[in-house]
């Protein structure tokens, strides 16, 4: 599913402009998951990309930890046209008292780029014992005028 509001465009984890390497499990109807999917990275070294026309972009998803482990890291890696941003990571304090799936939670989101066409790279370095879903992927597709390049 594609919606766009306010130049945002939000693209579900099933869309095909979302690429996964192979290896990423598929999770159907989740009642807080937008669509009902989620795609599980359930190994590391597993890695998704998107390129998307626009100034900026998030990814949004949830995090969970399995009940009978010891708390870990989870940690994937964003970059952006090369250039790395950022990590998803809950520390071992954190992971401690997250039992249950968290959901919607901004697992990244880019700095405002200049308005043209960017790649997003994820890489996911470290999982289990916990477990890391993408929901959904989104960019702001207009430039700071507000104006679309598009309609200009």
Not at 77 to 82: I, P
């Amino acid at each position: 599913m594609d919606g766009s509001t306010d130049g945002m465009v939000i693209l579900d984890d099933r869309d095909s402009r979302i690429v996964y390497s192979a290896g990423w499990g598929l999770d159907w109807d989740p009642e807080a998951a937008y669509d009902s999917t989620l795609h599980l990275a359930g190994a590391q070294g597993l890695s998704a990309s998107l390129t998307y026309v626009g100034t900026q972009v998030m990814v949004k998803g949830c995090i969970g930890q399995a009940p009978d482990h010891a708390a870990s890291q989870v940690l994937a890696t964003y970059s952006v046209d090369g250039q790395s941003y950022g990590t998803t990571n809950v520390d071992d304090s954190a992971a401690s008292s997250l039992t249950v799936q968290f959901c919607n939670a901004t697992l990244f989101a880019s700095p405002t780029l200049p308005h043209g066409q960017h790649r997003l790279d994820v890489t996911i370095n470290n999982i289990a014992p916990n477990e890391l879903w993408f929901d959904y992927f989104s960019y702001i597709s207009v430039d700071a005028s507000g104006v679309s390049p598009a309609l200009q």
